[in-house]
């Protein structure tokens, strides 16, 4: 078997005298799809900006392709790709030039930039509108260059931080295709959160963080077997109390949640 490709282990992050992130232990494979879950407030933001080098831990050691992420941060930085919550693309430049100045900054070899734009512009079906402003775009649109920036450099892991969020369905399944393809093509893996459960029901783990600490770690059919659960909704709800979005489940489910509960 391969060894994993991300180590995280007993990872904290305190703000003052607030824990955020609490003894957070975990693996990726590579070529692996993780959905890491949580209500607002559990520490999923946090845990991906220690990841990705843009906070120091507390206490903790994260690995990821054998470089210490704390300590050889430059090293690291050249083996993952990030999207983060809120928009980093320039709306005040082209699509094209985002993607560019992005590849310059990270370095890829003049030769090569443009092509990658363009292989990456063709994927997130953007190329017809490679030379319009950013501020024309649509938030689906923008969503996709943001994803498309990301994989510019061809990283082993793209942290995806609610890439599908305030998107319509259409959109949303546009971007899983895109991860599945990226997968399926370059063996890279997934590292990404979202409060859209049904979304978590097609990856190949799920993490579940509340309060900071890690809750829950298996595949979503074992997850769903081991609670007695019909969807990833009932399975979070019976783990942390709180529905993402409860009034959508029907009361059969709601039923078999709170049967679940008692039990335990
Ligand atoms: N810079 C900071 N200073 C103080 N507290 C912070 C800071 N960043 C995050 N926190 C706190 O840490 C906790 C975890 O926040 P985090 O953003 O990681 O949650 P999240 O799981 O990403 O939530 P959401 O689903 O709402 O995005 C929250 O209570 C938050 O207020
Ligand atoms: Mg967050």
């Not at 709800?237 to 489940?249: A, K, N, P, S, V």
């Amino acid at each position: 078997m391969v060894g994993p490709l991300l180590v995280v282990k007993d990872l904290v992050k305190e703000f003052g005298g607030f824990r955020a992130v609490d003894g957070v232990s975990l693996e990726l494979f590579p070529g692996e799809i993780l959905a890491f879950l949580g209500p607002n407030g559990a520490g999923k933001t946090t845990t991906i900006a220690m990841i990705t080098t843009l906070i120091k831990p507390t206490s903790g050691a994260i690995t990821l392709g054998g470089v210490d992420v704390v300590r050889q941060a430059e090293a690291a930085k050249a083996l993952f790709g990030v999207v983060f919550q809120e928009a980093a693309v320039d709306r005040d430049l082209t699509a094209r030039e985002n993607l560019w100045l992005h590849a310059v900054l990270y370095g890829l070899p003049r030769s090569e930039r443009e092509e990658r734009i363009e292989e990456m512009l063709r994927l997130v079906e953007l190329i017809d509108r490679r030379d319009d402003l950013v501020r024309t775009f649509s938030g689906g649109m923008q969503r996709r260059l943001e994803f498309a920036r990301g994989l510019m450099t061809r990283p082993r892991v793209l942290f995806l931080d609610e890439p599908t969020l305030g998107l319509d369905v259409q959109s949303r399944e546009r971007i899983w295709s895109y991860i599945e393809r990226i997968r399926s093509d370059y063996g890279t893996a997934f590292f990404l959160t979202t409060h859209y459960l049904e979304e978590a029901e097609r990856v190949d783990r799920v993490a579940i963080i509340d309060h900071g600490r890690l809750i829950a770690v298996d595949t979503p059919g074992g997850l769903k077997a081991s609670h007695g659960a019909a969807s990833m909704d009932e399975v979070f709800l019976t783990l942390t109390g709180h529905g993402i979005r409860d009034e959508q489940l029907d009361a059969a489910s709601l039923q078999r949640v709170f049967r679940h509960r008692r039990k335990q």
